[in-house]
């Protein structure tokens, strides 16, 4: 005979309350309750999602392992969402117009995604004939650990955080009638923004020094492999697959650019979480439990083979888990064990979308034009993230108070290079910037 009570996603009625009752009181109810729903009995009291299907969309990257571990370990059913289907996506490219589609027309509901792209969708900044498509932020998905990998070419400079030796070389290099070209995933994106920071600090500017190009992050590897770039900048793991194939070496992870920075989240169409409220909410606690589960560091082994399955990234286990843990070959000497650079998918509020956070993307798209001067960049912010609704979601999961910031800024943040960004004053932050493409 089935346990009901073993499925995931199977309702508290499944247990047989009148039987249990009759034998041992409602304690062993509670009790039975509790186990078949590891955060408390209050799930039970969460309204009913009013669809079962969600299609999210994700980039072979190891900020995506929420979503995968939610669907692989039954936590979407868990809770309600048993046809949530995780579809891989070829590019940032695809994923935005799989997102403008919407899945009514082929496409998707959301989407493990650039912190940025919501907001440049939701602008019409980056959509065909620029029209907008609301949407939400709903979560962060992690914190930290992409990088900034360079060609073999470079090896004998001393290239780090600190890229300033990599000036003079692109100069000669330029001088010799050759085209120094860096890599990143999408433009006004994560790592458009994590590589210009980097080489801006450097005193190379972005737009006029050097080339940047487009590449998805599943390819960065072998185009680098067959010298199409000078340097890239990308999520695990191809950054330690490049170290593993002898093929580069990474300069720093983004860490070391801005501790503890935000990087991934859970975007939806506005359309769908204003259809579905109830679902998005139990979304949001799937991804949240998923979240809890990649943080624990006695689960990197087994979340680092369940995403490297050929289904999901197709990477070798060998090329994930190190950096999973904290365990860095730079490629190119330098060794470090048991860093704090490994991805945070819960610890130091990772999963929460601090809108402080989301005020520095959408300044940063400013300084390179990719946004106007004149944006009013709380406005913004206040329209695409829901923050609420992530607060929303951890009441229900009974989230401890420790785990839920306080207020919606995490406050002031400090770069490698000593620039500080108040979200409170973008423009001041702006104003301090020798390179970029706006007046401040």
């Not at 991804?287 to 369940?306: L, P």
């Not at 365990?327 to 402080?356: C, L």
Request: glycine share 8%.
């Amino acid at each position: 005979m089935i346990d009901k009570t073993k499925i995931p996603g199977t309702k508290p009625s499944a247990v047989s309350r009148r039987a249990l009752l009759k034998t041992t009181g409602t304690a062993a109810l509670l009790a039975a309750l509790k186990t078949s729903l590891p955060f408390g009995v209050h799930v039970a009291h969460a309204a009913a999602p009013e669809t079962t299907k969600a299609i999210l969309g994700y980039i072979a990257l190891m900020d995506a392992s929420a979503l995968v571990i939610a669907k692989e370990k039954g936590i979407f059913a868990k809770h309600g969402m048993p046809d949530v289907e995780v579809a891989k996506q070829a590019s940032w490219g695809a994923t935005r117009d799989n997102l403008v589609l919407g899945s009514e027309n082929n496409g998707i509901d959301g989407a493990h995604i650039l912190t940025p792209m919501p907001y440049l969708i939701s602008a019409g900044k980056v959509t065909q004939n620029n029209v907008p498509t609301p949407m939400y932020l709903l979560a962060r998905l992690n914190l930290d650990a992409q990088a900034i990998s360079v060609s073999n070419e470079y090896k004998d400079l001393k290239v780090t955080a600190d890229g300033s030796a990599l000036k003079a070389a692109f100069a000669a290099k330029r001088a010799a009638g050759k085209e120094v070209k860096i890599a990143m995933t999408f433009p006004g994106g994560t790592h458009d923004l994590w590589i210009r920071y980097w080489i801006a600090a450097a005193g190379i500017d972005p737009d006029k020094d050097i080339s940047t190009i487009v590449v998805p992050p599943p390819q960065m590897v072998a185009n680098m492999k067959v010298g199409n770039m000078d340097a890239f900048c990308v999520g695990e793991p191809w950054n330690e697959q490049l170290v593993n194939q002898g093929i580069g070496f990474t300069a720093c992870t983004t860490g070391e650019i801005w501790a503890k920075h935000p990087e991934k989240a859970l975007g939806m169409r506005a359309a769908w979480v204003d259809k579905y409220p109830n679902a998005a909410k139990a979304l949001l606690m799937a991804v949240m439990e998923a979240q809890q589960w990649c943080e624990k560091m006695e689960n990197k082994d087994e979340m680092s083979a369940i995403v490297g399955k050929r289904q999901w990234f197709n990477v070798p286990v060998a090329d994930i888990v190190g950096r999973a843990k904290g365990d860095i070959n730079y490629g190119n000497g330098r060794v470090a064990k048991s860093t704090k650079e490994y991805m945070k998918f819960w610890s130091d509020h990772a999963s929460y979308p601090f809108k402080s956070h989301d005020a520095w993307f959408v300044t940063e798209d400013i300084r390179w034009g990719k946004f106007e001067a004149t944006t009013d960049v709380k406005a913004m912010v206040d329209k695409v993230n829901r923050e609420d609704l992530w607060r929303g979601a951890a009441k229900e999961l009974s989230v401890p108070a420790a785990d839920i910031p306080a207020t919606t800024s995490r406050g002031k943040e400090t770069f490698f290079d000593g620039k500080v960004f108040d979200p409170e004053n973008p423009a001041a932050y702006l104003k301090s910037l020798s390179i970029k493409r706006v007046e401040a």
